[in-house]
């Protein structure tokens, strides 16, 4: 899906963070069960001594009314270093696995229609005067509750929904062009008089010479909101309405 510009939407780009190795995780581990080692020996003026060496012998532990305590300590804190390992192997791994690639995904369109319109709009110099036309097409409408903003994924808040429309632009001059599309879209909903510009956008879209280019337009709207018509056409032009009756 093509990124989206966005001007009334602001997000907050979380800071990559460096996933830990297996090796920095297993030095974590160790490091919390030298530390239950060293709690056990500074425990050695109440109960009587219990030797570690660099390699454990569990056959020569001998169990008494005089270590027994000693023995559970160490086993509870060799189960908190165990269960405090897991959970943090549970963490690390997800969130280094879900960035590979750099891929975002969003949920799909709440509602789609076709529409499939063309208008020719007038590409004119400095002087105002017409000097060629290029292809304006409208394909489509979509309701979207997540859509990509400046390469991250914005999702519309509780009531709210975007209104993207999917367009065409057909350039068929011999040298490139920059279309601004919002310029040519309004939209009025709830029978209001009032019109709307799109404020997610690409513009202004760069149409190299004899090519099409695909881009967005869209806007922010309620959920609520009835009577979607879009008036499509130059500012200074005759405008087509069009009735968006998402079924």
Do not use: C
Not at 60 to 72: C, D, S, V
Not at 159 to 173: A, E, S, Y
């Amino acid at each position: 899906m093509e990124e989206i510009n966005q001007e009334a939407i602001s997000i907050s780009v979380p800071q990559p963070t460096q996933p830990l190795t297996g090796e920095k995780i297993w030095h974590k581990i160790f490091r919390l069960f030298n530390i239950g080692l060293d709690a056990v020996q500074t425990r050695r003026s109440r109960f009587q001594p219990l030797q570690f060496s660099s390699k454990l012998n569990f056959r020569n532990l001998k169990f008494n009314k005089k270590n027994i305590l000693q023995y559970l300590i160490l086993a509870l804190i060799l189960i908190l270093v165990l269960v405090g390992g897991i959970k943090l192997i549970n963490q690390i791994v997800p969130s280094s696995s879900t960035n590979v690639g750099g891929d975002l995904k969003i949920a799909g369109p709440v509602n789609s229609k076709k529409l499939n319109k063309e208008f020719k709009f007038s590409l004119r110099d400095e002087k105002g005067e017409e000097i060629s036309k290029f292809s304006y097409i409208v394909e489509s409408v979509e309701l979207r509750k997540e859509i990509l903003v400046k390469g991250q994924k914005a999702t519309a808040i509780r009531g709210r929904i975007f209104l993207i429309l999917n367009l065409k632009f057909v350039n068929t001059l011999k040298q490139g062009i920059n279309v601004n599309a919002r310029d040519y879209i309004r939209l009025s909903v709830n029978n209001s008089n009032e019109l709307l510009a799109p404020d997610i956008h690409n513009d202004p879209v760069e149409v190299q010479a004899i090519s099409t280019k695909y881009t967005r337009a869209g806007f922010a709207i309620n959920e609520t909101d009835k009577n979607l018509k879009l008036q499509i056409g130059e500012i200074d032009g005759k405008k087509e309405t069009i009735s968006l009756d998402f079924k």
